[in-house]
């Protein structure tokens, strides 16, 4: 159903059974996928291209341009994929020339109210953003996240595999994947074991994130020792390659 209300440029492109509620309005430049839900009072605009089997609820914004002063009018976009549930008054802004001129969202998806996803972000799969999380420009969030409620993350900051922040955690620097991080800033208090096993990482498997952690938080070792020392188990534990990944990118700095 597609309400009489609601305002279709002529030129989107939408499949034959997107549904589109009350009062919402797509621009000119958007595509949705089959079995895509759209709420009342929803706004899709600028170069925007939503995926198959995702629920918008009302009042959310997305393909807005940037809260960026240096963007001027350019083509970027918003990308979001599939079967992603994005709750009420969420604002997600198009890419900027600056960076990758896109803003990206995986699928499965679960993006609780008045979350904000700034311009030049890249969103995995499986993540859950708690209500009024909040990401600034160009940063990453890798598979698997769980953001708590009120969690704020600093531009260029990336967040690893598997990691869950606390309630109103402030994200100032790179978090290695597999990790727990609260406070303001925020700071690591262990692994998310409980969120490995959901995934099915096997008791030896999370024994082996365990060791790393403790190498490289309570070893007293230096970033680049820590990371040489992880890398040589990585052939046992392959789930470990991310966290040296992670150490071996780590411009910004990692929480501590």
Known sequence: MR??????????????????????????????????????????????????????????????????KKYAGEPTRLEIGDHNVIRESCTFNLGTVQDRGVTSVGSHNWIMAYVHIAHDCVVGNHTIFANQ????????????????????????????ESVITGIAAVVRQNVPPYLTVSGTPAAPHGINAEGLKRRGFSPEAILAVKRAYKTLYRNGLSLEQARVTIAADVPAHPELALFVEALAHSERGIVR
């Open 3 to 68: 309400h009489p209300t609601a305002i279709i440029h002529p030129s989107a492109k939408l499949a034959d059974d997107v549904q589109v509620g009350p009062y919402s309005i797509i621009g000119e430049h958007v595509e949705i996928g089959a079995g895509t839900v759209i709420g009342p009072h929803v706004v899709i605009t600028g170069h925007t291209t939503i995926g198959k089997h995702n629920q918008i609820f009302q009042f959310c914004s997305l393909g807005e341009v940037p809260q960026d």
């Open 133 to 160: 999380s909040t990401l600034a420009g160009h940063v990453i969030i890798d598979d698997y996240v769980i953001l708590g409620g009120f969690t704020g993350v600093h531009q260029f900051c990336r967040v690893g």
